[in-house]
């Protein structure tokens, strides 16, 4: 079996956390996380997640073919994603963990039905990646401010509205 | 005038050669307490020791930089995270708190605790103390925080009045550093100088306490036939904002650095890290390493740190402290130690109000009042939370900017608890773990990812609005700290055993600040979402009514002063009355908590005892010879004024 690939990984990231692949690039995380959750689930998990990912792109093109340009269907994505992944008692949990690792900057640990079915390994437990991880997490930055004690906006700053873009806001006003 | 990083702060005394030394004082524990009493006694030219239990590694920028990586890789990001567990100095920790089955006191850290109310206090054993994570608020008590008793009924007077105290708050400011503005302050009866001025402008309110106040503003509150109208008022605050040209007398103010070699972008002003609790990045937050760094700049200062005092030993018949002794252990992670002595003329316990009761009452030294660790007080913290109807931008700025101080004084409190509200710009925190929760209930189980969730967390965070109600607690002599040799530490040295139940008085005031959240939230239009699970460790019925009671870290009253010695430890100037050579120092000393964090009030009572110090060293010139008894003590008394 061939190793799970990073730009596989990096795709799928990019669908679950809603961040552009250059966000994503620019925490310097990438390679690490990708690392992680093999360590973590074993390389087989990775792949099948990734080809799941893969396939719901597919779906979502009308099945001609995976390429990021392909103009995607975005209920029928959502759809495929839901059906093919979050659903999935096995790869669902994992799914579930690499949003929480972008955006927490910590792996935590799979649910205990989980490791009981696919098995426990060490590094599956809960854990900060490194100092840097949490510091990158997407959280952050999708609610318009810095981890607390790293990247500080500057004196004052705290006293003007939150930069959040609108399409967030929801039904909520600011 | 930077503080740099001194020649000497790094040097570290052998304690073989500090045994052969008399001191003229021996202080334990490194705090702000004994940071600020080392500081002024070495500027008088007095020879100090200074004994820290914790491992001294962050008065360099290396060290410092080490809590903040051990913070940033933690799991549990609590307010201990950046500090190192020591089992020879060991720290309660907040995640300690278990609930407690009547009975069966839970000993299963630190602080045993006996109940039957748990409670998460918790103080840090490191150099610097608990001011390395405290968070800064600097708020002045009331005058009517000192006449309790006459006043309202409750709780104490104390030896001292606001006036008394007034010209060591001002003090207490400037070795702080605090940012306030005065016309923000003076509330309640809080009087300033004429034309004083803090050392440094009120920081700005955040955003969030901004939306707060465009309706909270001129809400209507009437209690005890006394009508008042809240306000969203900015806190004094312990971090760098801009310096006041016009503070002492047009001279202007100079801020404190960091404790580093370098001023690059750390130690000056606050960049809104939001982290004030567990350690301010950039050192823009007071800590009492950069006192200390001061002190140990003088020369006349010596430290050893990694020294836990055992027991303090007392001359049978003058009652005077001869030596401190303590246990210097070699390496933070086995407990192989060397006994040694510390000697001096006078011994100053600066361990804070649950370590110096421990360490008197470990050498059995009770008091004669009996009141020795009696009295324990904290605040009892009620949280509140709700989402706002628009987004706030929470999680910016310091933890906290402002909050609601009009019920810290009143006539009600004959009958009820006082209270400060904090409006927390981290949300939901404290409470539930937000954001983190938030995060992680989204996505396990929201089902969402992707634009969803980005839109769900500004949706469930941004618009987070929690309100933190510090109410007071008065001294009840049966809340108190105890020793017991069944429970010991690593090195041998009993550890604190806490009775605590948090008063009916204070619990009145609970159910109280409960009502008014609801007509606050009510009146922001939100949407209140506390609730208080009978699970929580600290769950407090009251009245049919349930509540999660949380601690506050603010430890007081231990070993209270008065004007009797049948009444109280020690004196107004901190001395210990059965002890003529004795203070103990700190919030143990305090007989009223009000509704102020307690370390500016601390401060102020140490700079105060500084004098008085002095004074005796000043008359006890002679060499002290114990064995000389009597006599010598009746000649030494230290009690004239400067």
Sequence with gaps: MTAPSFEKFLSLSVDLTAFEETDLLGTGMAHAYLAKVRAACGDEVVTDLLDAHRAARADAAGGTGSHARTPLDRDLFDRALRHRILSDDRLGPVARNVIKLWYAGMWYALPPEWTDRHGARTAAETSTVTAAAYQEGLLWRAIGANPPGAKAPGYGSWAEPPRIADRYLKGATR | ?642
């Design chain 2, 1 to 642: 005038m930077y503080a740099k990083f001194p020649k000497g702060a790094a040097h570290r005394t052998d304690p073989g050669a500090a045994a052969e030394v008399l001191y003229d004082a021996v202080v334990v524990g490194g705090g702000i307490s004994g940071a600020l009493v080392a500081l002024r006694l070495s500027e008088a030219g007095r020879k100090v020791l200074l004994l820290e239990a914790g491992p001294a590694e962050d008065l360099t920028l290396r060290g410092y930089e080490r809590y903040l990586d051990r913070f940033y890789s933690a799991i549990s990001k609590d307010n201990q995270a950046p500090y190192p567990a020591v089992a020879n100095a060991p720290m309660p920790r907040g995640t300690d708190a278990r609930r407690i089955t009547p009975g069966a006191p839970d000993a299963s850290s630190y602080i045993v605790q006996s109940g039957p109310f748990a409670t998460d206090t918790t103080y840090t054993r490191v150099l610097g103390g608990t001011t390395m994570h405290w968070e800064g608020k600097a708020l002045r008590m009331l005058p009517e925080d000192f006449r309790m008793r006459t006043l309202y009924g409750e709780g104490a007077d104390w030896p001292l009045t606001y006036e008394d105290l007034a010209p060591y708050y001002s003090e207490a400011e400037r070795e702080i550093g605090v940012s306030a503005d005065v016309e923000d302050q003076a509330y309640l009866g809080i009087g300033f100088d004429e034309d004083y001025v803090f050392p440094m402008k009120g920081l700005p309110l955040s955003y969030l306490d901004r939306t707060v106040a465009k309706d909270v503003d001129g809400m209507p509150v009437d209690l005890d036939g006394e009508h008042r109208e809240l306000r969203v008022r900015p806190f004094p605050q312990g971090r760098n904002g801009i310096p006041n040209p016009a503070y002492d007398g047009g001279r202007g103010y100079v801020p404190r650095g960091a404790v580093s070699a370098y001023q690059v972008e750390v130690g000056e002003r606050c960049q809104g890290n939001n982290n004030c609790v567990p350690i301010c990045p950039v050192q823009a937050k007071y800590n009492a390493g950069k006192t200390l760094a001061l002190a140990l700049q003088s020369g006349r200062v010596d430290l050893v740190a990694q020294a836990v005092a055992h027991k303090v030993h007392v001359d049978e018949s003058t009652g005077r402290v001869t030596e401190i002794e303590y246990r210097r252990y070699d390496r933070p992670d086995s407990p192989g130690h060397t006994t040694m002595r510390a000697r001096g003329r006078l011994f100053v316990l600066a361990a804070n109000a649950v370590e110096n009761p421990r360490l008197m009452l470990a050498s059995g030294l009770r008091g004669s009042s009996g009141l020795m660790g009696r009295n324990f007080m904290d605040h009892a913290y009620l949280l509140a939370w709700a989402l706002l109807p628009e987004v706030a931008g929470t999680f910016r700025g310091t933890i906290c900017t402002g909050g609601i101080t009009d019920l810290r004084g009143g006539r009600f409190r004959s009958r009820q608890a006082a209270f400060t509200v904090d409006i927390h710009n981290d949300g939901w925190g404290w409470a539930r773990g937000a954001p983190m929760t938030d995060l992680i209930g989204l996505v396990d189980s929201g089902g969402r990812y992707g634009e969803s969730l980005r839109q769900g967390l500004v949706d469930r965070v941004s618009r987070q609005l929690q309100l933190a109600f510090m109410v007071e607690v008065p001294a009840d002599p049966s809340n108190r700290v105890t020793v017991s040799p069944d429970f010991t530490d690593e090195l041998g040295n009993m550890r604190p055993v806490l009775s605590y139940n948090v008063p009916e008085y204070t619990m009145r005031g609970v159910a109280y600040a409960r009502q008014l959240s609801r007509r606050i939230f009510a009146r922001l239009g939100a949407e209140d979402h506390t609730a208080y699970d009978p699970e929580f460790w600290g769950y407090a019925v009251h009245d049919g009514e349930g509540y999660e009671i949380r601690g506050g870290n603010h430890l007081a009253g231990t070993h209270v002063m008065g004007r009797e010695p049948s009444t109280s430890v020690v004196d107004a100037d901190q001395r210990c009355w059965d002890h003529e050579n004795l203070y103990m120092v700190g919030g143990g000393s305090m007989p009223t908590v009000g509704t102020s964090n307690v370390t500016l009030t601390l401060a102020a009572l140490c700079l105060r005892s500084v004098r008085a110090m002095l004074a005796q060293l000043d008359s006890e010139t002679a060499p002290i010879e114990v064995t000389t008894g009597r006599d010598q003590a009746a000649t030494t008394s230290g009690e004239t004024a400067p």
